[in-house]
């Protein structure tokens, strides 16, 4: 299996665990811009957890670090771009 194909496998296996991601990362990131006083959004918290695995990854390689960064790669991508469809969709309704 490729390193691709077994991301693929740890989210799919991921999302059955611990549910949809969009809910996951709304809520991370009003408890992390409550706590910080700043306004975050979903897609900063995966963001956030990228730079942590790659600050990881430099201490030793664990392909673990590379998986998950492959796979909140694609979660970031995701939230944004759910919340940019939803800023326009807020954008044309004023």
């Known amino acids: 299996m490729d390193i691709l194909e077994e991301a693929r496998a740890i989210f799919k ?17 009003r ?3 409550g706590l910080l006083q700043i306004n975050l959004k979903p897609h900063h918290i995966a ?7 790659l600050s990881r990854a430099e201490k030793a390689f664990k392909k673990d670090n590379w998986l998950d960064i492959i796979n909140y790669s694609a ?3 995701d939230l944004q771009s759910k919340e940019e469809q939803l800023n326009d969709t807020k ?3 004023s």
Do not use: D
Request: glycine share 6%; net charge positive; proline share 0%.
């Open 31 to 33: 408890m992390v811009s």
């Open 13 to 29: 296996e991921r999302g059955k665990n611990y549910g949809n991601h969009m809910q996951r990362f709304e809520r991370t990131a």
């Open 47 to 53: 963001s956030i957890i990228i730079i942590e695995k």
């Open 75 to 77: 979660i970031a991508c």
């Open 91 to 93: 954008t044309k309704k």
